[in-house]
């Protein structure tokens, strides 16, 4: 399931699936992305990525918590990247 929840970010929700099977699928998907994605033939786009898994205690405030602390570590490590827990 993907939701855009404002300007450039989204997330995606992959129900009943493993964290390692959830980082193969987004690695692909930056990948794709950096790849096969340009503005004008020139720049191209790239994708940093937050992940994380979700216990039965999430909240919806602590999973954005979560996803947005992963999101600026990929930032912050020089994009085009995914971080996890």
């Given at each position: 399931?993907l939701?855009?929840i404002?300007?450039?970010e989204?997330?995606?929700?992959?129900?009943?699936?493993?964290?390692e099977?959830?980082?193969n699928?987004?690695?692909?998907?930056?990948?794709?992305?950096?790849?096969?994605?340009?503005?004008?033939?020139r720049?191209?786009?790239t994708?940093?990525?937050?992940?994380?898994?979700?216990?039965?205690?999430?909240?919806?405030?602590?999973i954005?918590?979560?996803?947005?602390?992963?999101?600026?570590i990929s930032?912050?490590n020089?994009?085009n990247?995914?971080?996890?827990?």
């Open positions: 399931m939701f855009r404002g300007g450039e989204f997330i995606i929700m992959f129900p009943n699936t493993a964290i099977t959830s980082k699928l987004v690695e692909n998907i930056r990948k794709k992305a950096e790849e096969n994605l340009n503005v004008e033939g720049t191209k786009i994708l940093s990525i937050g992940l994380t898994e979700i216990s039965g205690n999430d909240s919806i405030d602590s954005f918590k979560k996803i947005d602390k992963f999101l600026y930032k912050k020089g994009k990247k995914v971080t996890s827990d």
